[in-house]
């Protein structure tokens, strides 16, 4: 079964500008996460989506961070304009099902942000 | 809130010495505790989990007993191969509360 798939791995980016990632879940994963891992810390979670519709978004910095999920698979994760502090590498993964108990979420590689 | 605190690192290891990441938690209610290995180059991957006080999580040779008296689930392993070489997580989920993870240890085991 292919695991969780991310890109790009790697992208750097001036102050200001916007940047994109993307997400690809294992097929058949109702639920989706990215987290936010900043150098030295543990992730972070931003934002879960359980088919196309978002569960949590509570962490998610919605001044500039936005998500989807069309057609509950594929997702992508935005920030515009970014700051400097967004540097961190982003991370995604997805579990069958959400709710109270737990489903193992699998992650992907991560996508490493640097702000300059 | 909910946290976890892990031991800081890095933890540099002969082969085959024992290991030992100590996690402590707090939560509100019943949490389930996990153990995630982040190797490198690689995704964060789920190493052991125990749901419930006195549960013992094991695999590859890694153990973590769920002390609810002490709220710890320290990682061990009774000798440590170079290819434990990772960073390890702490986390916690309780209820809706999404995971929780702790900052992260690496691990270097040397030849």
């Known amino acids: 079964e292919a695991g969780v798939a991310q890109s790009p791995r790697y992208k750097i980016i001036e102050k200001r500008q916007s940047v994109a990632f993307w997400c690809n879940p294992i097929?058949?994963?109702?639920?989706l996460y990215w987290y936010q891992q900043i150098l030295g810390q543990g992730p972070k979670l931003l934002i879960q989506f359980q088919n196309n519709g978002v569960v949590d978004d509570s962490q998610l910095p919605k001044d500039r961070f936005s998500a989807e999920r069309l057609k509950g698979v594929d997702s992508t994760l935005k920030i515009q304009p970014a700051k400097l502090e967004d540097s961190a590498v982003y991370l995604c993964?997805?579990?069958?099902?959400?709710?109270?108990?737990?489903?193992?979420?699998?992650f992907g590689p991560g996508t490493r942000l640097t702000v300059l | 809130g909910d946290s976890v605190t892990q031991m800081e690192g890095p933890v540099t290891l002969s082969e085959e010495a024992f290991l030992t990441i100590n996690c402590t938690y707090t939560?509100?209610?019943?949490?389930?505790l996990f153990w995630y290995v982040q190797y490198p180059g690689e995704g964060l991957q789920l190493l052991l989990k125990a749901t419930k006080a006195d549960d013992k999580g094991s695999n590859k040779g890694f153990e973590a007993t769920y002390r609810k008296e002490t709220t710890s689930f320290h990682l061990e392993k009774g000798s440590v191969q170079v290819s434990d070489s990772a960073v390890y997580f702490c986390a916690l989920e309780s209820g809706n509360t999404p995971l929780v993870f702790g900052k992260g240890t690496r691990l270097s085991v040397i030849a």
């Open positions: 939560a509100t209610g019943y949490p389930s």
């Open positions: 993964a997805s579990s069958r099902q959400g709710g109270r108990s737990y489903n193992e979420q699998f």
């Open positions: 097929s058949g994963h109702a639920t």
